[in-house]
């Protein structure tokens, strides 16, 4: 039974036993108490005497994953107990366009991500990490393991807070932080007239970066590399974009491919996105969503696709289209309503963005946006469609449009597409405004 991971982590607690492993709110660990922690923990025990009649530890013990209602420190210490004894983390995919689905990935796939990104980033026992999401979010159980691998020092949290997760950085010097586009966004919001001169890189992924708040970024964090990943929990990292530093970067592009990831499109120049590396994960504990596939080459190479759509410049950059399953068809031609959610992120007033189909007895189906908007933002109809039209052929242009002022999202915090519309469906949405001059209409556009 391999277990490299906890390995190499019990190497840190045998020679930095006094360094600071995890840090959360006041309480430290130093790598020695962690990893007696771990020892001791019944999550192991369990492990071990399952692992002592059985060699399939995964298959006997599922209701081993990342409890989410659990505290931080409890998920870190189950999740490296269940490492240690073998058993590889099971997780569950964001599910922001169906039901989350619960996979598991071996540690030889995290190890070969990890020797990637080391190549990269160059990550060692010298950064402070901050990883400010819940571990059932893959990426920052990863930047939590790997953190704890190179034997880093890693700040975790309970639950996320701009003005928290930058007090934090502050506080501990922070060299590296990890966050999803949203939370990004919400810090560069929260800490518009502040500098954290100690952060170098600043990796996000989980969803469409939000090219508009890579400056207010920069500003916020002056020495750091903010640096994009495309990928999913069932792919590892696939590509990736360092904004500022790729000066040959096209817009819209996540990237080229990260070390040891091959990238291939099918059926066609713009089609579905195959990816090939050493980090693809094993398989779901439940049967896979439609989006996915799975096949084996001549050569006996596993090929996966999460169902995205994509392309590929003649450098090697990849572009994202959208998600196969969100297609919309409209007067016949096939639309991806990311593209439209893009545009409309791209005005000032709008904080979120969806974009849904919906019955049309002439079209098949018309588009209907949702949007939320920036506090104390107005804006209306007509200047949200000047604002987008120069960005959209005309077919692509929704014709209704709508408030949410609670926008929900998913424990990975990726808007829930299913939650949005049912608020529409309830009657939870407002009508945007076609004219901000009667003062009633003025104040429908208002939160």
Known sequence: MQNPITTRIEHWASTTPDKTALILGERVWTYSEL??????????SAVSAVSAVSDTVSATLPALTIDPEASAFDQVIKALAKLHGGQPIIGA????????KRYQRSQVSWCASFASDQKEFGITPSDVIVAPGNLTHSLFSYAVIHGLYVGSTVVVSESFRPDRVLQQIKTHQATVLYGVPTQLKMLAMVGADQKCSSVRLVLSSGARWFSEITSSLQSLFPKAVIAEFYGASELSYVSLAKHGVDTDLPAG????????????????ATGRIWINSDGLFEGYLSPPPADFSEKTDEAGRRWMSVGDVGYLDAKGYLFLVGRESRKIVVSGKNLHPEEVEQ?????SAIIQAAVLGVNDDMRGERLLAVVQLKPNSTITRAELIAGIKPLLEDYKIPRDYFVLADWPVTASGKTDFGAIKAAHTSGQTRPLAVSTTPTKQRAANTI
């Open 253 to 268: 592009s996540v990237g080229r491919a990260f070390d040891g990831v091959k990238i291939k499109i099918e059926p066609s």
């Open 343 to 347: 545009a409309l992120l791209a005005q």
């Open 93 to 100: 995919t964001s599910g922001s366009t169906g039901a989350a």
């Open 35 to 44: 990893w007696e922690t771990v020892e001791g923990s019944d999550t192991l």
